[in-house]
């Protein structure tokens, strides 16, 4: 066992003991508006200007279900393979926080919409792990607190505490897993896997954005150990809202190593919520952790309960799209690609804008190269997501076919790309209004080399003299005469002709 910050060492924690996880995720849907009100779900805002008397709580005011939430929650349920029940309804889950204005929160407790289902997921190696999912149920989003002074951004050595309403009655999905056993060493790798396949899943369904760095995809890690040979689940911790990929492993396999010297050292695991300190990959106290009983659940009397017909429900089945891993063995096929190239699709978050420009008409290694390379470029630049940049598929598309039928150079189709995302139009305005379009004019093009050879009559006798690659100085000067927009190749020709060569 290490002395540093009291943990285990790894190999001895998986030689020692049987890891436990639970995995609690929520997602923020994508509606236009709040889960039981009409204020705009929208993130960010300045604080509390999307609020009215419902979503702050305000006596009298009475919520309505937001019907495309349950659609939303429907449609995730099936595509967890969950049974979708046929009567549910939603529960106050009592407690005092400052981000909940109405002291309560509106969830599901026992009768959650969407139940007993599962999702496979495939590790780095191919292995392929049967997540269960006990549940997926609706409720509502707090507000956010933000914590003035002191070096953590907690609230503990704050100087004061700002709140943000905006974000109270967002709609949200709970995905929570059963008891995931049995996966020993690779369990954080499981976690990691389960989540990314998740995010992957709700993306290609269009029900949220998934962006764990805005707060609409989190992760709750619950991890406990059982010493090898035992039967009963050890005492579990919640390592509350991580929000990253690589920070979901990193936080169960330090909660791993940390309870395992804890109980090594003789002591006992303390139920509770934990946080994860992104700078050095620990966890750290946060508090008791409540049973059920303590947040005294009792039936929402204001709202009535939710009946999905079972026709509704099979209509919506039939909007389930291709599974991304499924899309993903397909495309690799018919794009021909190698698993680096598909990995590099996938790490940049390119695979559904590619997909999109090659049914707008583009080959899929043109289409491939715009997205993974130059616009991924772009995105780092602005630093946004890809697909948030102000270009669309189709207007790739178009653009790939300007080069192809030779109306622009690569490098015309780079600045035809900056006008669009400079909101300057389509491609085809873009290429107008900046005079873009290449000169395929011999008799201009002719005139410009007779230019370049005559401002460099040594470069000119060492073509003649046989030298052909000292044409590349002359071709150089033509594309800066015609500030890029000369075909290169034919300038090349051009200039081989000129000299007799």
């Known amino acids: 066992?290490?002395?540093?910050?009291?943990?285990?060492?790894?190999?001895?924690?998986?030689?020692?003991?049987?890891?436990?996880?639970?995995l609690e995720v929520h997602v923020e849907l994508n509606t236009k508006t709040k889960m039981f009100c009409g204020c705009p779900n929208q993130f960010g805002g300045e604080p509390n200007t999307h609020v009215c008397p419902t979503c702050l709580g305000l006596p009298g005011a009475l919520p309505v279900v937001n019907g495309k939430a349950v659609e939303s929650a429907i449609r995730i349920g099936l595509a967890l393979n969950c049974e979708i029940a046929e009567w549910c309804r939603f529960a106050r889950k009592n407690y005092f926080y400052p981000d909940m204005p109405k002291n309560f929160q509106t969830s599901q407790y026992d009768e959650p919409i969407a139940f007993n289902g599962y999702l496979d997921v495939v590790l780095d190696d191919g292995e392929v792990v049967r997540v269960g999912?006990?549940?997926?149920?609706?409720?509502?989003?707090?507000?956010?607190?933000?914590?003035?002074?002191?070096?953590?951004?907690?609230?503990?050595g704050a100087e004061h505490s700002l709140l943000d309403y905006n974000r109270a009655g967002v709609p949200l999905i709970e995905i929570v897993t059963k008891p995931i056993v049995g996966m020993g060493a690779r369990a954080p790798e499981v976690a990691r896997a389960y989540v990314t396949a998740l995010r992957d899943l709700l993306r290609?369904?269009?029900v949220s954005d998934v962006r764990m760095d805005q707060g609409s995809l989190r992760c709750d890690a619950n991890v406990s150990l059982m010493p090898k040979g035992a039967t009963e689940f050890g005492t579990r911790t919640e390592t509350k809202n991580v929000n990253s990929l690589r920070s979901v492993e990193r936080a169960v396999r330090y909660e791993m190593t940390r309870q395992a010297a804890v109980l090594a050292s003789g002591g006992s695991v303390t139920q509770e919520t934990r946080h994860f300190q992104e700078a050095d990959g620990t966890t750290s106290p946060g508090r008791v952790k409540e049973t059920a009983e303590d947040y005294r659940y009792f039936p929402?009397?204001?709202?009535?309960?939710?009946?999905?017909?079972?026709?509704w429900v099979e209509e919506l089945r039939k909007t389930l799209p291709e599974l991304p891993w499924e899309r993903r063995k397909r495309i690799k096929e018919e794009w021909n690609l190698t698993d680096e190239e598909l990995r590099d699709l996938i790490n940049t978050g390119a695979e559904q804008l590619v997909?999109?420009?090659?049914?707008?008409?583009?080959?899929?290694?043109?289409?491939?190269?715009?997205?993974?390379?130059?616009?991924?470029?772009?995105?780092?630049?602005?630093?946004?997501?890809l697909a948030e940049l102000p270009i669309t598929p189709a207007q790739v598309a178009r653009v790939i076919e300007l080069v192809n039928s030779g109306e622009l150079t690569n490098k015309l189709a780079r600045e035809v790309v900056q006008g669009v995302l400079a909101g300057e139009g389509e491609p085809d305005e873009v290429v107008e209004k900046r005079g873009l379009k290449v000169v395929s004019d011999d008799s201009?093009?002719?005139?410009?080399?007779?230019?370049a050879l005559a401002a460099q009559p040594d470069v000119a006798d060492k073509i003649r003299g046989g030298k052909v690659q000292a044409a590349g100085a002359i071709v150089g000067a033509v594309m800066k005469a015609t500030k890029g927009q000369a075909d290169a190749k034919r300038v090349r020709e051009l200039v081989l002709e000129r000299v007799g060569a």
């Open 444 to 451: 201009a093009l002719i005139a410009a080399v007779d230019e």
């Open 355 to 385: 997909a999109a420009t090659v049914e707008a008409g583009a080959k899929p290694n043109e289409a491939r190269s715009w997205w993974v390379q130059y616009l991924t470029q772009q995105a780092n630049t602005r630093e946004v997501e």
């Open 1 to 22: 066992m290490t002395a540093v910050a009291d943990v285990m060492d790894y190999a001895e924690v998986v030689e020692s003991y049987d890891p436990v996880l639970g």
């Open 133 to 156: 999912i006990e549940r997926a149920h609706m409720e509502e989003d707090t507000g956010k607190s933000l914590h003035v002074g002191g070096s953590t951004g907690r609230i503990h």
């Open 204 to 206: 290609a369904m269009d």
């Open 300 to 311: 929402e009397p204001d709202l009535v309960p939710i009946a999905p017909s079972r026709e």
